[in-house]
């Protein structure tokens, strides 16, 4: 039973590059977050997609982010250009329905981007 | 400002004792909480939660406690084992359609033999 798949597990680039991290959600599951955790605060939403369509976006720290889903077993979020302070733990995370408490999320085990 | 907070960065118990990890929250209009639970290298994985209507959840050796007027709610871990270390982080959604969670910033449980 495959769980959220996150790809690359670690990414090692330099400023002003653009970074891509790709999720894989659980089959049948139809809504897909996009979580950045860092040390100063913690897990913090950047977006959401419901059935692959973005519901909530409010998380974005800036135009430098963005995140697509062209369907519903793939989703990219793309940094572009990058910055040192983007350097953090990317999570994705997805769950049957439309995301409430009585739905608890499942993650993947992360992207561990560093940005020199 | 923080609507979720965990105030213990970390926790040390011993194996066979209770492990009481504590969570307070701002927002009134939460309706559930959750608990998850992180290793490592890992992912957060889902533990337990508890809808804002009950006081209490149990699951084995996994129980929540929520006081809705003191804004706090607690998780149990009894007996603690050292599989038990990691860092857990304490979750709230509110009640509109598609809202995702908000996450305390964790404490680690350390649990030593």
């Known amino acids: 039973d495959a769980g959220v798949i996150q790809s690359p597990r670690h990414e090692v680039t330099e400023m002003g590059q653009e970074v891509t991290l790709r999720c894989k959600p659980i089959?049948?599951?139809?809504?897909l977050f996009w979580y950045r955790q860092t040390m100063m605060r913690g897990l913090e939403l950047l977006i959401y997609?419901?059935?692959?369509?973005?519901?909530?976006d409010s998380g974005m720290p800036e135009d430098r982010f963005s995140a697509k889903m062209p369907n519903a077993s793939f989703s990219t979020l793309k940094i572009q250009p990058s910055e040192p302070r983007d350097s953090a733990v990317y999570f994705c995370?997805?769950?049957?329905?439309?995301?409430?408490?009585?739905?608890?999320?499942?993650f993947g085990d992360g992207t561990r981007l560093s940005i020199l | 400002d923080q609507q979720v907070k965990q105030n213990s960065p970390s926790l040390s118990v011993q194996e066979g004792r209770i492990s009481i990890l504590n969570c307070d929250y701002t927002?009134?209009?939460?309706?559930?909480f959750l608990w998850y639970k992180k290793y490592p290298a890992e992912g957060p994985t889902f533990l337990i939660s508890?809808?804002?209507?009950?006081d209490k959840n149990e699951d084995g050796r996994f129980t929540v406690f929520l006081n809705k007027s003191a804004k706090h709610l607690s998780l149990h871990i009894v007996p603690s084992q050292p599989g038990d270390s990691a860092v857990y982080f304490c979750?709230?959604?509110?009640?509109?359609?598609?809202?995702?969670?908000?996450f305390g910033k964790g404490t680690t449980l350390s649990v030593s033999s």
């Open positions: 995370a997805s769950t049957a329905g439309t995301g409430g408490g009585n739905q608890p999320q499942h």
């Open positions: 089959s049948g599951h139809n809504s």
């Open positions: 997609f419901n059935n692959n369509v973005p519901i909530d």
């Open positions: 927002n009134s209009m939460f309706d559930y």
């Open positions: 508890i809808s804002s209507i009950k």
């Open positions: 979750a709230a959604s509110a009640p509109q359609a598609g809202t995702a969670l908000i």
